[in-house]
Nanobody, 123 residues
Framework: QVQLVESGGGLVQPGGSLRLSCAVS?????????MGWYRQAPGKERELVAS???????NYADSVKDRCTISRDNATNTVYLQMNSLKPEDTAVYYC????????????????WGQGTQVTVSS
């Protein structure tokens, strides 16, 4: 079974940085996955933060595109989200997700999800 495990979250002050990691195991086809980072704040819907295709194309939510970078390392089956200049509104549980096949158009089309890692931005 494919498993995704997020790590790297924590408590940071506004303006700080975090690097989230998502380790994928149980699959031979990581290089063929499209990967995404989503987040869900208390009382809000889960929303896209960033995604990266198997070909390396990236996209970002408007709220983070100037502050975040998504990347992947196919040698280690890991996807990263570097977040800089963090704001209190970035506080959420961050999830990674994967899809093997056509690029997902909605979050419901991702095949697998991790359990999430908490990011809290507060002074």
């Amino acid at each position: 079974q494919v498993q995704l495990v997020e790590s790297g979250g924590g408590l940071v002050q506004p303006g700080g940085s975090l690097r989230l990691s998502c380790a994928v195991s149980g699959s031979r086809f990581f290089s063929g996955y499209d990967m995404g980072w989503y987040r869900q704040a208390p009382g809000k819907e889960r929303e896209l933060v960033a995604s990266i295709s198997r070909g390396g194309n990236t996209n970002y939510a408007d709220s983070v595109k100037d502050r975040c970078t998504i990347s992947r390392d196919n040698a280690t089956n890991t996807v990263y989200l570097q977040m800089n200049s963090l704001k209190p509104e970035d506080t959420a549980v961050y999830y990674c997700a994967s899809r093997l096949g056509p690029p997902p158009r909605t979050q419901s089309e991702y095949d697998y999800w991790g359990q999430g890692t908490q990011v809290t931005v507060s002074s």
